[in-house]
Each structure stands twice: as C-alpha cells, then as structure tokens.
C-alpha cells in the first residue's frame, strides 16, 4: 500500500512541474525548435521584437494609433495594451503591435502561441505572418477575434490569383478565449497548413499554400469595418497576454 502511495506521490509532483500550455520544449520529436519568446526578463528583448509606433499607418484598417508604450512584458507575459486616449487627436485609441519582420523570419515551420485574448466590442487580436519583402499577399492568420464574440476564433489564408485576392477562412467555436490562456498553433508545410487550437486540428488546407519565408506579427486593433467602432458596451483598458511564441522546425531525424 505504501509503495501505491509512493508512485501516486511522485505522478502528482510530476505533474505540478510540467510547464505551461499545451506542449513543454521538446515534445513534439518530429519538430525541432528554431526561435522562441519565453518573456522572462523584465522587457521586451529588442533583438527578437520590432515595435509598432504612431509614426507607422494603419495597415489593419482600425481606428488606433500603435504605441510602443502599450507594449510591454510582466510576469512572463507579453502584455499588449488597448485603451481610449484622453486626448483628441487623429486617433481616439491606442494599442500595441510587435513583429519580427527585423529579426526573424522563415519557410515552412509549427508556430505555437499561447495567449489570452482582450475581449470587449471594437478590439480585434491577432497573431499573423507576411512576406519579410513586403509583398502582400500571401498573409496567414494564426488567429483572429471579434472582441464582441469571444467564443469565436477565425483562421485564415489568403493569396491572389490573375482573378484578383482571394481567401479562405473557417471559425471555430468555444470556450471564452478571454477568459483564460489558449494555445494557438500553425503547422505550415509545403503544400500545407494546419490550424490547432489547444492541440485539436480546427483547418487544413491544401492548395494556395505560401512557398515564401514569412514573419511574425501579434497585434490588437481598435475599430475598422471587420470589428466595428467601440460603443457603450466597450470596456478599457484591455490587455493581450502572450505566455510565450515558439517556432520549430522539422528535426532531421524527426517524421
């Protein structure tokens, strides 16, 4: 009986110490990771992250200005921060965007990003990948949400063809994905993608894939035609949790 009691002991403790999120370093044998973003230290490490700045337009089509004061790190988060300006001005919000577009960007991978989303009518999250040369499209959506719709995740490809731009996006419905941490990851292959939320496959595509080396970028928007303005209903501030942003590889020795 002690030695049952022994072995349930030792199960319980290994489990307290298993790290955060869906997936400790290395559990994936077939990928090898390549970059990653723990947000440890106490700032944003300026040689893995580019700020966004109210110098630069709004690509997203929001309504706010991007501020390198609404981004920061804390308690082994990332912190991404939406608010209304008290001030009037072009912009009547203000939030904040990172990329690795100067630092990292590469072909064919898993990314994995575990996060909790703001969620309150007019915000829009997201965590996509560009073109390091600029060109645009192609564009792969990580994940989106309409703040007003917190259950909802959005996943995206978009491409262009001699007919012009085209898309294909699916949604997955479930829990309130404001209320808690949630993994999000991309397995990008050739002729591939796949779309994971908290280690379930959601999207798979299979033609109109990106053959090009591709950056990161993890932003919240304000407003625009997709999410619409804020209304009595908005509460801010809100806050974008980023526990960390892993990127792999297939190993050499891995399937």
């Known amino acids: 009986m002690r030695f049952w009691l022994f072995i349930l002991v030792l199960l319980w403790v290994s489990l307290l110490a298993w790290p955060r999120g869906e997936s400790a370093r290395g559990k994936h044998p077939s990928w090898a990771l390549v970059w990653n973003d723990e947000f440890e230290g106490r700032r944003l490490d300026s040689q893995k992250w580019t700020v966004g700045n109210n110098s630069e337009p709004n690509y997203d089509g929001g309504i706010n200005i991007y501020a390198p004061q609404d981004v920061g790190v804390a308690n082994g988060d990332l912190v991404i921060r939406s608010h209304r300006l008290a001030t009037a001005g072009k912009a009547a919000y203000s939030?904040?965007?990172?990329?690795?577009?100067?630092?990292?960007?590469?072909?064919?991978?898993?990314?994995?990003?575990r996060a909790?989303?703001?969620?309150?009518?007019?915000?829009?999250?997201?965590?996509?990948?560009?073109r390091r040369d600029g060109v645009w499209p192609p564009e792969i959506d990580i994940m989106e949400m309409l703040g007003d719709n917190p259950h909802k995740i959005y996943m995206t490809n978009h491409w262009r063809t001699h007919h012009g731009l085209r898309q294909d996006q699916d949604s997955f419905s479930g829990p309130d994905f404001s209320a808690g941490f949630h993994v999000f990851a991309l397995e990008w292959e050739p002729g591939s993608?796949?779309?994971?939320?908290?280690?379930?496959?959601?999207?798979?595509?299979?033609?109109?894939?990106?053959?090009?080396?591709?950056?990161?970028?993890?932003?919240?928007?304000?407003?625009?035609?997709?999410?619409?303005?804020?209304?009595?209903?908005?509460?801010?501030?809100?806050?974008?949790?980023?526990?960390?942003?892993?990127?792999?590889?297939?190993?050499?020795?891995?399937?």
């Open 95 to 113: 939030s904040g965007r990172v990329s690795t577009r100067n630092s990292f960007s590469f072909l064919y991978g898993r990314v994995e990003i």
């Open 116 to 130: 909790r989303l703001p969620g309150t009518k007019g915000v829009w999250p997201a965590m996509w990948m560009l």
């Open 193 to 255: 993608i796949r779309w994971l939320i908290d280690g379930v496959e959601r999207k798979v595509m299979t033609e109109h894939v990106s053959d090009r080396a591709m950056y990161l970028i993890i932003n919240t928007s304000v407003g625009g035609d997709w999410p619409g303005a804020p209304d009595k209903r908005t509460v801010f501030p809100q806050q974008f949790y980023v526990d960390y942003v892993r990127v792999y590889q297939r190993s050499k020795t891995g399937g």
